[in-house]
C-alpha cells in the first residue's frame, strides 16, 4: 500500500460515531473523552447506542449489552443472538471475570459426525446448513453479565435493537459487499433468502435500507421475558421446529440445559503491566501470554517494530504457541488443559533460548508441541466498553464464518452459527482458519469447541488501561498481540498501534502472512535469506481498542481502518 493510502486510511480510522454529531480527526489520532467513558464496536450505530447508556448513567456492563443486542442488528455478518462468545470483565472494585458463553455441540453431536465412510472429513458439511450449529449462548451470556454487574433493566438496553430492527438501517458499502461475497451459501435456504435479500433474490445495495420485523418480535420477546423466552420459550420453538425440518440436531432439550459458565480468567504479565484475558475453551489468552513471556527476554524496543530481528523472534514464538495450541488446548470441562504450564516464563525462557540459537527459520516440522504431556482426551465481532466508575469489558463473539451457517430460523430472523466447525472434525485436518487440532478438541456431545477469541485487558496498579480485541479466526491471537506489543514495546498511541501493518504466523501451514504494505524491501529480503517463506494477503482483524490515561482522566478510543469483516 502507497504511503497516501495508507494515510487515508488511518485518517479513517477516527472517523467513528460516539455520540448523535460524528467526530473527526487528524491522522493517527484517537477519539477523546474525558466524561462517562467510550464503546468501540465495528459499527457506529451499535457506538451511539453505548455511549448514551454511559451518558445516562448505566454502567460498562450495561453498555456492553446493549451493544450485543444493537450489534445482532446492524452488523448481521456477526454480530448474533443465535453464536455465542466470550466476556472479560473488570469491576470497579477490582475484580476481574471471564463470562464463557461459547456455544455447545448438541447431544446428538458425535466424534465422526463429518466424515465420510472412509473417514475422510465431507467438504464443507461443519461450514454450512443446520447440522453445523451449536446451541447458541448469546442470549445467556447477555443476561448473566447484566444480572451479575449491571445496573439497568434488560427491557430498556435492547429498546433501541429492537426499534432499529423494525425500521430498519442503511446497508454499508462493507456489508453489502459481505451479502454478494457469501450470496451462493445463503440464497439457497428459503428463510435466508426472505430475511436477507430482496423479495426477487436479489442483494440489497450500499445505501438501501435492510428491515428485520421477524428479529424485532424476536427481541421483544427476549426483553419481556428474558433469555428463558430463547431457551425455553416460543423462540425455542421455533429453533427446533427448523432444526427438525432441516435435519438439525439442536433439541429442546439442548436449549433448556445450556449454561453461561463464569471462569477464571488467564492472567500474566509483560514489563510491569498485568495481562488479563481470556482461559480455556478461548486459546487466546493462554497463548498471548505464552508469546509475551517469549518476548519479554528480548529489548523489543531496541529491535524495533516490524524490524526483520523483531519479526523472526515473534513469528518464531508464534510458531511455538500455535504447535502447543494444536495439541493441548480444547474444552476444560472435558479434557485437562495445562494452562499454568503454558504460560510458565521459565517454559518461555526454554522456549527463548532456542529461537536464538538458530540465525535463520526453524521449519515447522522440526517444531513439535513443547510441553512432555501424555495425551488425554472468522466471522467475529469484537467491542471495547469502558465507563468513568471504573468497570470496563472487553466481548468478543461470533456465528464463525461469515453469516455463520448460512440458515436463518423460519419465524424468528436470525442466523445460525456453524461452530461445529472449530472443533477437530478430525485429528490433524485443518478448519476454516487452517487451524490444525487434536484429539483435546474433538466432538462431543455438550462440549463447547476450541476458540481463539482473545478478549482481554491490560492493567497498571489494578487499574484497567486498555481494552482490546478483534475478529479474525486464528489470526485474532497474532492481532490482538501485535497491539499490546506496539503500545507497550514501541510506545505507540492507540490508533497508532491499530493501524499498525501486521503479520501473522500460526505454525501450519508454514509461512509468514502479511498485510500489504507490511515489510519495507529490505527487511522481506533479510527474512527470506533466513528461509521464511512470505505470503501477502488480505488485511488481518477489526481491532476495537480503549487506552486510559489516569494521569490525564482521558479515554482514548479507536476503530480499526482495515475492517476485514
Known amino acids: 500500500m502507497k504511503k497516501r493510502s495508507k494515510g487515508f486510511l488511518c485518517l479513517v480510522l477516527a472517523i467513528i460515531m460516539l455520540v448523535p454529531q460524528l467526530l473527526f480527526a487528524a491522522a493517527y489520532e484517537p477519539v477523546k473523552d474525558k466524561g462517562t467513558g467510550l464503546v468501540m464496536s465495528t459499527n457506529p450505530l451499535a457506538n451511539e447506542v453505548g455511549k448514551k447508556v454511559l451518558d445516562d448513567g448505566g454502567n460498562a456492563i450495561d453498555a456492553a449489552v446493549a451493544v450485543g443486542y444493537m450489534l445482532a442488528v446492524v452488523h448481521p455478518s456477526a454480530g448474533n443472538i443465535g453464536g455465542g462468545g466470550f466476556a472479560l470483565i473488570h469491576t470497579k472494585d477490582g475484580k476481574n471475570v471471564a463470562l464463557d458463553f461459547r456455544e455447545m455441540a448438541p447431544a446428538k453431536a458425535q466424534r465422526d459426525m463429518y466424515l465420510d465412510k472412509e473417514k475422510n472429513v465431507i467438504d464443507g458439511l461443519s461450514v454450512t446448513g443446520h447440522l453445523s450449529a451449536g446451541v447458541p449462548g448469546t442470549v445467556k451470556g447477555m443476561s448473566a453479565m447484566l444480572n451479575e454487574y449491571g445496573t439497568k433493566p434488560l427491557k430498556e438496553l435492547m429498546a433501541p ?89 439442536i433439541t429442546m432439550e439442548d436449549l433448556a440445559n445450556y449454561k453461561a459458565i463464569w471462569r477464571e480468567p488467564v492472567k500474566g504479565t509483560y514489563r510491569g503491566y498485568d495481562i488479563i484475558s481470556m482461559c480455556p475453551p478461548s486459546s487466546g489468552g493462554t497463548h498471548i501470554i505464552e508469546i509475551l513471556n517469549i518476548m519479554e527476554n528480548a529489548d523489543i524496543n531496541k529491535m524495533g517494530a516490524l524490524s526483520s530481528d523483531t519479526i523472526k523472534l515473534m513469528v518464531e514464538a508464534e510458531r511455538r504457541a500455535y504447535a502447543d495450541r494444536s495439541e493441548y488446548m480444547g474444552d476444560p470441562d472435558f479434557v485437562k488443559v495445562p494452562v499454568d504450564k503454558l504460560i510458565d516464563k521459565t517454559y518461555a525462557k526454554n522456549l527463548y533460548n532456542k529461537i536464538i540459537k538458530s540465525p535463520n527459520a526453524i521449519s515447522s516440522k522440526d517444531v513439535k508441541p513443547g510441553l512432555n504431556l501424555p495425551k488425554e482426551s472468522d466471522q467475529t465481532t469484537h467491542y471495547s466498553v469502558m465507563d468513568s466508575m471504573g468497570n470496563a469489558v472487553s466481548v468478543t463473539y461470533t456465528i464463525n464464518w461469515t453469516f455463520g451457517s448460512g440458515c436463518a430460523v423460519e419465524g424468528a430472523g436470525f442466523l445460525l452459527n456453524d461452530e461445529m466447525d472449530d472443533f477437530s472434525a478430525k485429528a490433524g485436518v485443518p478448519n476454516i482458519y487452517g487451524a490444525v487440532g487434536s484429539d483435546a478438541n474433538s466432538i462431543e456431545a455438550g462440549k463447547r469447541p476450541l476458540s481463539s477469541m482473545s478478549p482481554t485487558l491490560i492493567l497498571k496498579d489494578n487499574d484497567v488501561v486498555m481494552v482490546v480485541g478483534s475478529p479474525g479466526g486464528t489470526r485474532i491471537i497474532t492481532t490482538v498481540l501485535q497491539v499490546i506489543s506496539n503500545v507497550i514495546d514501541h510506545k505507540m498511541n492507540i490508533a497508532e498501534a491499530v493501524c499498525q501493518p501486521r503479520f501473522h504466523m500460526q505454525w501450519l501451514p508454514d509461512e509468514i502472512r502479511v498485510e500489504k504494505d507490511t515489510l519495507v524491501k529490505d527487511v522481506r529480503e533479510k527474512l527470506e535469506k533466513m528461509g521464511y517463506k512470505i505470503k501477502v494477503d488480505d488485511p488481518m482483524g477489526d481491532v476495537n481498542a480503549i487506552y486510559y490515561d489516569k494521569e490525564n482522566s482521558t479515554f482514548y478510543g479507536t476503530k480499526d481502518p482495515r475492517t476485514e469483516f
Open 161 to 249: 435493537a429492537i426499534k432499529t430492527a423494525k425500521e430498519g438501517f442503511k446497508l454499508t458499502k462493507r456489508q453489502a459487499e459481505t451479502f454478494v461475497e457469501e450470496y451462493d451459501r445463503m440464497i439457497k435456504y428459503p428463510s435466508t433468502k426472505k430475511y436477507f435479500f430482496k423479495e426477487n433474490g436479489d442483494s440489497y445495495k450500499e445505501g438501501e435500507l435492510l428491515v428485520q420485523k421477524d428479529l424485532a418480535k424476536t427481541l421483544e420477546r427476549i426483553a419481556n421475558k428474558g433469555p428463558s423466552d430463547f431457551y425455553r420459550g416460543e423462540t425455542a420453538e421455533l429453533i427446533v421446529k427448523d432444526m427438525k425440518k432441516n435435519n438439525g440436531l
